[in-house]
C-alpha cells in the first residue's frame, strides 16, 4: 500500500504534508505506522498542487525514494496552494517501477492517487489505454475517462471503484482525487484519516502527527470536501 494525503483549505505549502509534520509523507516513505502490506514506500514520489499563472496542476513525480531527492525540500517549501495533493509508492509485485506508475495521475485539472492493488482485468474495459502497466494508472485512466463524460469527482470515483470492486473483491481500492476545488476520497481495504483545521481539511491514508484531532474514516465509504465542508458517505 502507497500513502498519500491532502489538503482543501487556505494556500499552504506541500512541505505541510511532507516534511513539516513529524509523521508527514516524508517520514511514511520509510517507516508508516498504519500500513498493512509493504513495510516501505520506496518505490517512487509525487506531488501537485494549483497556481493562478495555470489551468492545469503542477506536478513534480520521481521513481526514486523520496528522501533520495535533495531538491524537494525547498521545492515543497515554496510549492503553495489551496488545493494539495502528495503521495509516496510501495509497487505492488508485478507492477513497473518508473515516473509513469506513480501518483499522482493528472488529466486537465484533475490528479488522483492509488493506494491499494486491483486485477488489471477489473477495469481495463472503463479505460482505452493508461500511460504505464500499473493497476493505478488503469485506474486512474477510468476515472479521467469517466470524468470527461460527466464532470463529477465523488461520482466517478464511486463508479470505478464499485466496478472495480465487483469484477475483483480482493482488490483495495482507496482513492483520492482533486481538482483544484474540492476533494473526493474513497475507503475501500485501507486506513483513511481526516483531520478538520480551523482553515481547511488534512486527508490522509494515516495521521501526519500524534495531535489530537485525527478521524478514521469507515471502510466503504466516499468522502467528498469542499469550500461547503466534508461529508462522509456509505458506498
Ligand atoms: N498497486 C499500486 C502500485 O503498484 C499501488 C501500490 C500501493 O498502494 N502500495 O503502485
Given amino acids: 500500500m502507497c500513502r498519500h494525503a491532502a489538503w482543501l483549505g487556505a494556500p499552504r505549502a506541500l512541505a505541510t504534508l511532507i ?11 520509510y517507516a508508516p505506522r498504519r500500513q498493512r502490506h509493504g513495510t516501505v514506500n520506496a518505490d517512487g514520489f509525487g506531488m501537485g ?5 495555470r489551468a492545469e496542476p503542477v506536478r513534480y513525480r520521481r521513481a526514486i525514494p523520496m528522501w533520495a531527492d535533495a531538491n524537494l525540500p525547498a521545492l515543497a517549501q515554496v510549492a503553495r496552494s489551496g488545493c494539495l495533493l502528495g503521495a509516496v509508492r510501495c509497487a ?8 509513469s506508475a506513480t501518483a499522482p495521475f493528472t488529466d486537465g485539472r484533475w490528479m488522483l492517487s492509488h493506494n491499494g492493488r486491483v486485477e488489471r482485468d477489473a477495469v481495463r474495459a472503463l479505460a482505452d489505454g ?3 502497466a500499473c493497476d493505478s494508472a488503469w485506474l486512474a485512466a477510468a476515472v479521467f475517462q469517466r470524468l470527461r463524460a460527466e464532470p463529477d469527482l465523488g461520482e466517478a470515483l464511486a463508479e470505478v471503484v464499485a466496478h472495480a470492486g465487483e469484477k475483483d473483491p480482493g482488490a483495495r481500492l482507496n482513492l ?4 483544484g476545488e474540492s476533494i473526493a476520497a474513497t475507503v475501500w481495504g485501507d486506513t483513511l484519516f481526516l483531520h ?3 482553515d481547511g481539511v488534512v486527508v490522509a491514508s494515516e495521521p501526519l502527527d500524534d495531535l489530537p484531532g485525527w478521524q478514521a474514516v469507515p471502510d466503504r ?3 467528498l470536501a469542499s469550500s461547503e465542508g466534508v461529508r462522509v458517505q456509505p458506498m
Avoid: I
Fill in 19 to 29: 516534511h513539516e509534520p513529524e509523521h508527514g509523507l516524508l517520514a511514511q516513505s
Fill in 49 to 53: 498542487w494549483y497556481d493562478p499563472a
Fill in 92 to 99: 505492488t509485485v508485478g507492477m513497473p517501477v518508473e515516473e
Fill in 130 to 132: 493508461a500511460e504505464s
Fill in 176 to 179: 483520492l482525487a482533486c481538482d
Fill in 196 to 198: 478538520r483545521h480551523q
Fill in 221 to 223: 465509504s466516499l468522502l
